[in-house]
């Protein structure tokens, strides 16, 4: 890898959207309280994730993605953990939406974009599920109005952010 390049202009969009950022001294106890920095044994780093946000690290974090914000599961131990209340996974949401805009995200994105599109829901009820669910006494789970989701994903261009794979809202009789 050669030289890192700080993107100052990087730097400042990400602060002015969440200016909480700025209050992070790299203690490490987002680290250390994120279940998925344990799993992945330090692969996935929450502190390193906002010391490259900190230093304007704009291709680390869009293009090459090291360490990689989507396998942040938003459970918030790491907000509700953080000394000095930085909003990290606001943060993380953020530097998400900025990989959206380049096109460069996980194709189990455009999956459960797909699937969000087409039926409502991010992970489509499968029959063993449902009737598994009806075995244990679970209620049923309803997706929410496709014409409405239709609507709000139109309202900010959803489909042009993902590869919809030849899904036409006027195919599908949504939107």
């Known amino acids: 890898m050669g030289m ?3 993107d100052f202009e990087f730097r400042k969009e990400i602060v002015k959207d969440d200016f909480s950022l700025n209050y992070c001294y790299q203690c490490g106890t987002c680290s250390s309280a994120c279940p998925v920095a344990l799993i992945t044994e ?3 780093n929450p502190r390193k994730i906002i010391e490259e946000s900190l230093l304007g690290l704009k291709e680390l974090l869009i293009k090459d993605q090291k360490p990689n914000v ?4 938003t459970c918030q131990m790491c907000v509700e953990e953080c000394p000095q209340n930085v909003f990290l996974t ?3 949401d953020n530097l998400k939406n900025k990989i959206v805009q380049t096109g460069n995200y996980p194709e189990a994105y455009n999956v459960q974009g797909n699937a969000i599109l087409e039926y409502g829901l991010a992970i489509p009820l499968t029959t063993p599920i449902i009737r598994r669910r009806q075995q244990l006494g679970l209620p049923s789970i309803e997706s929410a109005n496709i014409e409405e989701i ?3 994903l ?3 261009n ?3 952010k993902i590869n919809t794979n030849g899904y ?3 195919e599908k009789g949504g939107m």
Do not use: P
């Open 150 to 152: 239709g609507k709000l």
């Open 42 to 44: 330090g692969e996935y």
């Open 70 to 73: 989507w396998l942040c599961s």
């Open 168 to 170: 036409s809202k006027t």
């Open 158 to 160: 959803f489909e042009k």
């Open 4 to 6: 890192l390049k700080v």
């Open 90 to 92: 606001e943060i993380f």
């Open 154 to 156: 139109e309202a900010t």
